[in-house]
């Protein structure tokens, strides 16, 4: 984008503004059923840049020195791999561990990288979602299936317009020596809001 | 969801390794899912659809000097046969347009943009 970012009010670009033109068209005409259209398009909703982040953390997971950089800064090292968000966001990677895990949200809207992540689930702007991941987010997890142990300290981070996070999820156990694509292949896009784990070994062959 | 061939088979569609359309933003997608739509409310038949986005991309004569992106195109040769159906003239498409940016102007950074009308 050439224009600058301006963080008091909302900006669209002129696609953006076309596309809108067209719905709000097509709607008034009755062409369009934006309940249908919003079903359609969730069946795209991880067809977006789908393995960019995914290659971002296999990368820092085999290379001590673009872990690091990444650990750093975030928008520095996720633009070496050539991926920039659109909107001129700023992107901080934070890490799991053994003791803490990291989930991401957006209470205030529904900010999101989807330059490195893709489009945003459903549920990601959902009122339920962005309420509870911050009053409970171990319930969250344990309905997303993800269950931690009592001693693990879960961070929620809240997005803004101006910061988005990116979870590395934990390396799973028994990839040693795995290459980077490989190991993308076991980053689901869950695991990097924190919602879901890296996928295991046999869970990337029973999917497969 | 499974598309019919004709469209997975569109010239130079950017397809995953699955064979689904893949998008670089989001309103790539948005304009996509209204183009399937409007074709199966019957507005235009899916050959009349083809051509018109094959003409948009022909400007891009040999590909090797490509500013606009493969859903630029799209969004164009849309709006292109939405008019040439009479469901959308220019002017109301401007009127609109301008209505959207007003709105996104008046909306604080970071809450969801609505039309008031």
Redesign the interface.
Known sequence: MSHDH???????SD????????????TD?????PP??DA??E??ET????KNGAMVVAKAWTDPEYHARLMSDATAAIAELGFVG?QGEHMVAVENTPGTHNMVVCT??S?YP??VLG?PPVWYKSAPYRSRAVRDPRGVLSEFGVTLSDETEIKVWDS??EVRYLVVPQRPAGTEGWDEAQLAALVSRDSMIGTGLALAPSERESAA | MTLPDAVTSMPRLPLDQDGEPVFSAPWEARVFAMTVQAHEAGVFEWREWADQLGAELAKDGDGRNVSLSYYDHWLSAFEKILKEKGVAGADQLAGLKEAWDEAARATPHGQPIELKR
Request: one cysteine or more.
């Open positions: 301006d963080h008091d009010h909302s900006e669209l696609v953006e503004l076309r596309v809108r033109a067209l719905e709000t068209l097509l005409k009755g062409y369009i059923d249908a259209l359609l398009i069946t795209y067809k977006v840049g789908p659109r205030l809207c900010c989807w330059t489009l803004t317009a």
